[in-house]
């Protein structure tokens, strides 16, 4: 009960901070979070080698056999964090660009130069495949150190160290955490705040962003809401439809601007609160608990 009382309270959470200890931070710069990357691999991994202990074993060491299920898992791995842009079909030479500058590291100016990432891959795993086997060979410091180095106790070499959740941290935990959190009671909360301002519905937009509700385009993940529901019972057809209903009236409000998932996330959250009262929350405990496993 404690923890759910908690998700009611939680303050104002942006991961796009304008300020960092006395530091500015320029939003639209991109970020990799430790915990973004363990959950794609993991995810990748369950889709694509789930009872292959030896591709599983390669993998984890960062070996990458030339096969169709390798090939298919670096895809996913690289749609998963937001690297493959969805219109030219190729890698976002954008977003590359702007974490190779926000990494704090002595890189090389031609790094990413001549690759033609933008170049169409035709959606096709193995063009990823051999796209990243290139990136990885001439940016090899770059991707050891965004990619490979995600030890419990990881840090990003980032120039701005924004916050992030660490191993074994709940997302409820992580999102109490920050400092722009304020410490208010349940009393106060009910009195002084208003439901509707983007200040109230930003609390969630953190916590269903560290569920990973939300894909690396700021897009409501059907698939990963509706997993989360499977992780504690079976789904009727009727709650099947009616989750997929909240999603369709949350998804709606997709702008693709800044903090437009505040809106979003709290649309699921009431609508979903409405329908399954008692069993979202418990819905909402155990992802919280799961959400320490990465």
């Not at 202990?53 to 096969?67: G, N, S």
């Not at 399954?276 to 155990?286: D, E, H, L, Y």
Request: charged share 30%; with cysteine; glycine share 2%.
């Amino acid at each position: 009960m404690c923890i759910v009382l908690k998700f009611v309270i939680v303050i104002l959470v942006v991961f796009e901070l304008n300020v960092v200890g006395a530091q500015e931070v320029d939003t639209k710069q991109i970020f990799l979070f430790p915990d973004d990357v363990r959950f794609a691999k993991r995810r990748c991994e369950e889709e694509f080698a789930r009872n292959n202990t030896f591709l599983l074993e390669k993998w984890r060491k960062h070996e990458y056999p030339d096969q169709r299920e390798t090939h298919c898992f670096i895809k996913c791995y690289l749609r998963r964090l937001g690297l493959v842009n969805l219109l030219t079909r190729g890698l976002d030479n954008d977003k590359l660009y702007q974490l190779w500058e926000n990494i704090d590291l002595e890189t090389s100016e031609n790094c990413l130069a001549n690759l033609e990432l933008e170049f169409d891959l035709n959606d096709l795993c193995v063009s990823y495949y051999k796209k990243w086997l290139r990136l990885r060979q001439k940016c090899e410091q770059e991707v050891q150190k965004l990619f490979y180095e995600l030890g419990p106790n990881y840090e990003y070499p980032m120039k701005y160290q924004l916050p992030s959740k660490a191993f074994e941290m709940s997302a409820i935990e992580f999102c109490e955490s920050l400092d722009t959190m304020e410490k208010n009671t349940v009393a106060e909360m009910t009195q002084s705040v208003n439901v509707e301002s983007e200040q109230f519905q930003c609390k969630f937009g953190c916590i269903y962003k560290r569920f990973h509700y939300f894909d690396a385009y700021d897009r409501l993940d059907e698939s990963e809401i509706i997993r989360s529901f499977l992780e504690v019972a079976n789904i009727s057809e009727s709650n099947l439809l009616a989750i997929k209903h909240c999603i369709h009236q949350a998804q709606m409000l997709y702008t693709g601007l800044e903090r437009g998932y505040c809106n979003m996330a709290y649309v699921l959250h009431k609508c979903l609160t409405n329908r399954f009262g008692k069993q979202f929350k418990i819905v909402t405990i155990n992802r919280n608990k799961l959400s320490k496993q990465y």
